[in-house]
């Protein structure tokens, strides 16, 4: 079964301040999707990236990077000189590539505070 | 960018009546899904359908049911509203694999209140 765990319930940094999100999985498929999520105050879940298992490479956009170790089943999110912005609840997810059978499963997630 | 649909946004209602949740999505995804999101934040799969007729119950045991009459519409029931089936309901649907990777689109949520 594959489990997600992101193990900083709440985080508060102060507004600049660079700040990392830590995600841990699970699974027994060589082939898997990671994804990151952020949830604002609004409630809607807004898609931030995506990562197949075969592309280890790290990614950046704008102030976001991405950091992925397949070693240490990590996918961290790095956000470079914090905004008030960027204060909402962040979840890492995983799909397994089951055929057809594919479901996303989430973390617990990680309440976010930029401090102005 | 997703384009998908939630009604209500926010509903209160008393305990024992019957309730739908919409759920409309126009990019004609086959794979739809219900997330249940607890006041503690986690998310918990519900149902979830991969095409027309086709229906299956999720991760976390849900009283709702559900239904997928036409690709873009699938709609959640509670057939007797309780005070513990207050959360949040978030509809997504689903890119096929190989093409995007099968992400997942969420629509906006539905925050359900029942007194």
């Known amino acids: 079964a594959q489990k997600v765990t992101q193990a900083q319930t709440e985080i508060s940094v102060v507004e600049k301040e660079d700040v990392t999100l830590d995600c841990v999985y699970e699974t027994r498929d060589t082939t898997y999707y990671l994804f990151w999520y952020k949830q604002p105050p609004s409630g809607e879940l807004v898609f931030l990236i995506r990562r197949n298992s075969f592309d280890e490479q790290n990614e950046i956009s704008g102030r976001y990077s991405w950091n992925f170790q397949k070693s240490t089943s990590s996918f961290n999110f790095t956000i470079t000189a914090s905004q008030v912005v960027d204060s909402a609840v962040y979840f890492c997810a995983l799909s397994e590539v089951n055929f057809g059978n594919e479901k996303l499963t989430f973390g617990t997630g990680t309440r976010l505070t930029i401090i102005p | 960018e997703a384009d998908i649909y939630q009604t209500p946004r926010y509903l209160v209602i008393g305990t024992g009546k019957k309730i739908t949740l919409e759920c409309s999505q126009t990019m004609g995804h086959d794979k739809m899904y219900w997330y249940q999101q607890d006041p503690g934040m986690e998310l918990h799969l519900i149902h979830y359908?991969?095409?027309?007729?086709?229906?299956e119950k999720g991760d976390l045991s849900s009283e709702s049911t559900v239904s997928r009459i036409r690709t873009e519409h699938f709609p959640l029931t509670l057939e007797s509203a309780r005070p513990s089936h207050t959360s949040q309901y978030l509809c997504a649907s689903s890119l096929p694999l190989g093409l995007a990777g099968g992400t997942f689109f969420f629509g906006p949520g539905t925050r359900l209140t029942v007194l």
């Open positions: 359908s991969y095409g027309v007729n086709s229906t």
